[in-house]
């Protein structure tokens, strides 16, 4: 009689996620499928996957790959040794998370990106300081460089968190025990630390390199929109109502989102390492 | 002596970080008290952007559609996804990570994905996108958010004393309410302020869910771009962010001085 009173407390909790999830995220990616896979008379077709053939679309998915693939490397590089020192410092991790990652945050997203305009603008603050230190002024708006940078401004805290998350984690004297086997700093950070810390280095990858493949911002604000990456792409085609191109697009996008998905998965089997707090 | 100088190289390399993270946020501080019009241009320090923000009906009303869906999704969010991790914790293995797995689709997947295939729905059911669409769509992707921070307070919580709450009679409700809720109550209240600030922040998913005439802080910037942000929008986001400085420090305060009682 419990029990059954119980399980029937269980579905009623759980009754408005399970429908709300179905309803917002389940079906309306088989719309996608839908509008990716028919033409505009409803009927079977893959003209709309096909999109990806068009040599403007292609050199944006190559691009986007390479500028993405990029941007994760050096957040990879920049944020492992911060994590590293974040971890040996033993500070208050929490509000020091709070003032890399949520702070920023309530400062708009396109403002912030807009703000390296003026920092990297040809009259810029940077180039100033370039030219008042008696070196040549650089070109660094509008090209890829400044995509690459954006990218890495903006999604680094996602690289961070995760990777400390899973280093703090990792018990002290496990270190301990490898040094006192003899091995020195360098053995055990390869032996010891790196192994363990993978699942937060491939949830980190993950986090980064999916919105940067994506994003279709970034590349607006500081490519000058001359450089077109794929979420450029599909955003246009949606902006005149091409449904059926974009969500073919979006599927070809999806391939690849989903290749790190399961990548991840294999990692990661709990999520614990994208959690924040 | 090297320890020290590891250990300065150490702060050094964090100093860095936080220059790269806050230069941008610095560089808008500046512009909004710019007396000119121009980002190249420093025309002397001025408070008149800040002075002409209230009179700006656009940027007000953008203002309060950002905060009452930034606080409507982040509190209807938390509900349902407190209740369903109060219900997932008592599952068993498959459907849990059935439902889980749900929650992780719009954390990892691509914002424009998750924004397009939305606006798909909505006009396929003939529902007019505007300040609703935008609505629900932010209340779809901060679920997961919640989700993600009471989880692992609630895995954290001591079954045993809920059931002995049940045995000695408390109804469910009541059980929940004295004896679950205070453990997991920090993961209640870090999901909402994620939830809060993620809605805060998103443009793609609006970008693509709202309707025309309505507009949040990020459409409404979106749309300046290409002409030229209005300087008043450099105050409100400097109003924004020192207020959240301002309130972050009191809470410190507080946690430290209790945690000296």
């Known amino acids: 009689m419990n029990n059954k009173r119980q399980t029937l407390w269980n579905h009623l909790l759980a009754t408005p996620y399970v429908l709300w999830m179905a309803a917002f995220i389940v079906i309306p990616l088989f719309f996608i499928l839908y509008y990716g896979l028919t033409d505009a008379d409803g009927r079977l077709t893959l003209s709309g996957l096909a999109q990806i053939t068009n040599p403007v679309n292609q050199k944006a998915l190559w691009l986007s790959l390479e500028l993405s693939l990029v941007s994760t490397v050096i957040c990879l590089l920049l944020a492992y040794p911060l994590a590293m020192i974040l971890r040996s410092l033993q500070m208050n991790s929490t509000s020091f998370i709070v003032l890399i990652f949520i702070l920023p945050m309530w400062m708009n997203f396109l403002l912030r ?8 603008d040809k009259t810029g603050v940077l180039n100033t300081f370039l030219t008042g230190v008696g070196l040549p002024p650089q070109n660094l708006i509008n090209t890829p460089a400044a995509i690459i940078l954006g990218m890495v401004y903006n999604f680094l805290p996602f690289m961070v968190l995760p990777i400390y998350n899973v280093l703090i984690k990792i018990d002290r004297n496990v270190e301990n025990a490898a040094r006192d086997l003899g091995a ?26 999916v919105p940067a493949l994506t994003t279709f911002v970034i590349s607006d604000i500081l490519g000058g929109a001359k450089i077109l990456l794929i979420g450029n792409v599909i955003e246009q085609e949606f902006q005149i109502l091409n449904w059926h191109s974009g969500s073919g697009l979006s599927l070809v996008l999806m391939v690849f989102i989903l290749i790190s998905m399961f990548v991840m998965s294999k990692y990661d089997k709990e999520a614990e390492g994208t959690a924040i707090w | 002596m090297v320890k020290k100088g590891v250990q300065a190289a150490k702060y050094f390399y964090i100093a860095l970080i936080f220059i790269f993270l806050y230069a941008p946020i610095v560089t808008l501080v500046v512009l909004s008290f710019n007396a000119s019009k121009s980002r190249a241009v420093w025309g002397g320090f001025s408070f008149r952007w800040y002075a002409a923000l209230f009179q700006n009906s656009e940027i007000i009303s953008a203002l309060s559609n950002t905060l009452v869906i930034a606080f409507t999704s982040a509190l209807v969010a938390t509900l349902i996804g407190t209740m369903a991790c109060v219900a997932m914790n008592r599952m068993k293995k498959l459907p849990r990570t059935l439902m889980m797995g749900v929650s992780n689709i719009p954390m990892l997947n691509a914002d424009i994905v998750t924004g397009i295939s939305l606006m798909l729905l909505f006009i396929a059911l003939h529902f007019s996108l505007g300040f609703v669409s935008v609505l629900l769509a932010h209340i779809t992707f901060n679920i997961p958010y919640v989700v993600l921070s009471v989880m692992p307070k609630l895995k954290q919580t001591n079954r045993s004393t809920y059931e002995a709450a049940l045995d000695l009679g408390a109804t469910n409700l009541y059980a929940f309410r004295k004896v679950i809720l205070p453990d997991i109550f920090p993961g209640v209240l870090s999901g ?25 802080l990020s459409t409404k910037i979106y749309s300046e771009v290409r002409k030229g942000i209005k300087p008043e929008m450099y105050a409100l986001s400097t109003l924004l962010f ?6 972050l420090v009191i809470v410190n305060r507080r946690s430290d001085k209790t945690a000296k009682q």
């Open chain 1, 113 to 120: 990106t807009l703000a390296w305009q003026t920092l990297l």
């Open chain 1, 184 to 209: 020195n700093g360098f053995q055990t950070f390869l032996k010891i630390i790196l192994p363990l810390s993978l699942p937060g280095v491939i949830s980190g990858i993950t986090m980064v390199f």
């Open chain 2, 192 to 216: 909402f302020l994620l939830a809060f600030t993620m809605s805060l922040d998103d443009f793609v998913i609006t970008h693509f869910t709202k309707g025309p005439g309505v507009d949040t």
């Open chain 2, 242 to 247: 020192l207020s959240v400085l301002i309130l």
